[in-house]
């Protein structure tokens, strides 16, 4: 941690987890320190940060609070963003600032904000930075991300097939939900006081599972000691990036033991295609149990690019993943074997390194049952030697990687996915 700028906490998490109450609760424990607070509402009033000036001695008077309305600072307002940030610190000194983020905001983008500023090759800088050339993050340093999760609501919202609008921009309630989970140095589990001890538990396992580096902090109203979430040095943008519990799975796969309430995860390989019209019928009737899913895989006839299945709740999207290095001009292909050297011990002589890989966590799930699910999409021996053009494939198409928009090709675990209703 830089001793020598701001500390700056982003504060996530849905609607009606209890975000502003956190806040507030912060703002009052805090009398020996002077923060700073910066609110984000997608509505043109900003009733968040009214409620963080009822609630206490911050105010927008004083420049200690700024209101930003009308849009979500992990897409829209992110040049908003830098500019707020620069205007609390380039007046006054305070020690510490906390953005409270709208409920439909994405953490991993905020954190890029805050931490390569306009760096950012899909963020144009704004007038005052034209104008000026400061650096709206030379005063300041991204301290630590916090999630607020609704342990009352959280099966429910894991669920859930409500779909939140975020300025035009559609997004599934489970998946964003999961989305804030694995991108956090520290998970506030709140409502405690409205969930018995059993589920409570349960819930707390998953977000364990889900991220396995962030602290768990039960919470009731919002009362959490400040020291818990302002300036805890926490921060670190790889390890919070690469720190997913499917990412630790997928580089660690073992068959976890039944856990005390059911949380579970396994691995599911293949070294053949899944035939797309079972594995579609599949994915429309995924078990509700699984809480989160995904890796890459295989699909019969499209032997040119992996595709992506990331599953979260009951959100589903699929993206591609990149091409298979067996689809690869002879020359690059070389490359990737010098590369990675490993490759050659896993390689199949007549289909490469085509194949599916993919975390599946959830809870009380039967894996066996799962996997037989899992097998039974693959092709059979006599499919195999089909003409796999023959089969109805209901996926999304993507164009060629190298044809896409640069900004397409930026982001794929976001622009590049589709969410999927098979069934539809």
């Known amino acids: 941690m830089d001793e020598q700028t701001i500390p700056v906490t982003v504060l996530s998490g849905t609607l009606g987890a209890g975000k502003t109450t956190t806040l507030n609760h ?3 424990e805090s009398d020996d320190r002077d923060l700073a607070v910066l609110v984000n509402d997608m509505g043109e009033v900003n009733v968040d940060a009214d409620l963080v000036a009822e609630s206490s001695d911050i105010s927008a008077d004083d420049e200690e609070l700024i209101e930003l309305s009308n849009g979500c600072i992990c897409c829209e307002l992110r040049g908003d963003l830098l500019e707020a940030i620069d205007a609390l610190t380039r007046e006054r000194e ?4 906390v953005v409270e983020s709208t409920g439909v905001a994405e953490p991993l983008p905020v954190a890029q904000t805050l931490t390569l500023g306009f760096d950012q090759s899909d963020l144009d800088p704004t007038e005052f930075y034209e104008e000026t050339g400061i650096e709206p993050l030379e005063n300041c340093h991204l301290d630590t991300t916090v999630t607020v999760v609704d342990a009352h609501q959280f099966h429910e919202a894991m669920r859930s097939d409500e779909i939140l609008d975020d300025d035009g921009t559609k997004k599934h309630l489970g998946d964003l939900l999961v ?4 991108f956090c140095d520290v998970l506030l589990l709140n409502k405690c006081d409205l969930v018995d001890e059993s589920t409570l538990a349960e819930v707390e396992e998953t977000l364990a599972t889900l991220q396995p580096r962030a602290e768990i902090v039960r919470t009731t109203h919002g009362r959490v000691d400040p ?3 302002v300036e805890t040095g926490r921060f670190d943008f790889e390890d919070a990036s690469r720190s997913a519990g499917w990412i630790r ?7 976890s033991a039944e856990e005390e309430h059911g949380v579970t995860s396994f691995v599911f390989e293949a070294r053949r295609p899944f035939h797309p019209e079972r594995f579609a019928y599949l994915l429309d009737e995924f078990p509700e149990n699984v809480v989160r899913s995904k890796g890459h895989f295989w699909l019969a006839g499209r032997e040119e690019t992996a595709l992506a299945l990331n599953v979260a709740g009951r959100s589903i999207r699929i993206a591609p993943a990149g091409s298979w290095i067996a689809a690869l001009p002879p020359e690059e292909r070389e490359e990737q074997f010098e590369a990675y050297p490993d490759l050659e011990e896993t390689w199949d002589d007549e289909w490469g390194d085509r194949g599916t890989r993919l975390v599946v966590i959830g809870t009380e799930m039967d894996h066996e049952s799962i996997r037989d699910h ?4 693959l092709l059979t021996d006599e499919e195999m030697d089909a003409d796999w053009t023959t089969f109805e494939d ?4 993507f164009e060629p990687l190298e044809e896409a928009d640069e900004d397409e090709t930026e982001s794929l675990e976001h622009d590049g996915q589709e969410e999927i209703g098979l069934a539809d």
């Open 179 to 182: 989305e804030q989970v694995e």
């Open 26 to 28: 912060v703002l009052s």
């Open 374 to 377: 899992f097998e039974l999409c």
């Open 249 to 255: 799975e997928l580089q660690q796969p073992h068959e």
């Open 394 to 397: 209901r996926f999304p198409t």
């Open 227 to 229: 020291e818990t979430v």
């Open 94 to 97: 305070f020690d510490a600032i």
